[in-house]
């Protein structure tokens, strides 16, 4: 990129479930945090934030326009305020753009999801094909199943591999404080869990209901090296969407991922992902998902996903640890698991992630997904 965008601040809540607690509650909690972290306020001198963004949707946060409280609870009136209804990645995204425009110098990005507050499957059935598809009940989870059954038939994934998946995700939730489920669990664990919905059994998708809040504050180069001492550069991004209608694509590829991480790869200076990048975030809603975003993110060749969770390449100490946090399937709500990676890859590279910290990452892949079996992938490459 011509010039370059940075994150200067990132925060994040406890990932559980927050009955009692108020979306405004949430949003409060973290933009607060990343403002205390910077100094940073809403000021009309040109010297505080300049705009904000808020990712989540409405139907999964229960009240209609439940990111109407964000305004007045962090001061932010009067300013250029713009909503996101995808994955928080894309939030990140426009930011990032927004920035890069000239229309702000300095952004404010929070999402936000209350998954308590609603039943998850009913609404994603909601987002399905009206005429056909919502009749007979298919969701998010049974699209999942389809493409699920699709590429592991195809490829010859086997269900222990994928059950590796979830055993490393589980294992390295236990370094992470924020994660909602950090239990131990073995292969066999896995495999004998109740099946959810054929071939996915519980134990292989994301845990249900979480409520939580993410916040980035963005600027930039100028600002973000007055503001911070440890900006994390945005160095390429993009996104793409596949057809809605799950018959018009082969379940066992993920096209869309491909082209959205071959443009951001481009623009970063990216030609072999899995020897530069030093730590990556993938957002998998569901075992299977992990090893397909691999191979359609370039970090081993296609039918290859389940040989590359075998190789061991992928757990912490390994050629590039995926998903250090735990990842979306140790608990992050819907809507903000491209966020969390977002968040997750900059404490790396400030070298604050604690217990779950890689050695010495220098470049890191975010990945935010969404829609029916991965309809919308969003690729964002970050550098300190």
Known sequence: MAQRVGIVAVAQTKFEEKPGQHIGELLYQTSRDVMKQTGLEFKDD???IDSTI????DLMSGPGGAYMFLGYIVGAWQREDERVIEDGSMAVYYAAAQILSGHA????????????????NLIECLSMDQIYQ?????DFVSAAALQAMRYTTKYGITPEQLAKVVVKARKNAKNNPYAYCCD???????LRSTMLCDPIRVQEAKPTPVDGACALIL???DKAKKLTKKPVWITGMSSCYDHHELGYR???????LVTAASKAYKMAGITNPLKEFDVAE???????QEPLWCEGLGLCGKGEGGKLIDSGKTEMGGELPVNPSGGVLSGIPHCLAGMHSVVECALQLRGEADKRQVKGPKKALAHGVDGPAGQLHCVITLEN
């Open 54 to 57: 808020a990712s989540g949707y």
């Open 134 to 138: 919502r009749r007979i009940g298919l």
């Open 250 to 256: 082969d379940l066992a590829n993920c096209d869309a």
């Open 282 to 288: 993938i957002s998998e809603h569901y075992s299977y």
């Open 46 to 48: 040109g010297t505080g």
């Open 105 to 120: 110098d300095v952004t404010l990005v929070v999402g936000y999801s209350k998954e308590t507050q609603i039943d998850k």
């Open 219 to 221: 600027a930039t180069e």
């Open 184 to 190: 131990s669990l073995t292969v066999q664990d896995v």
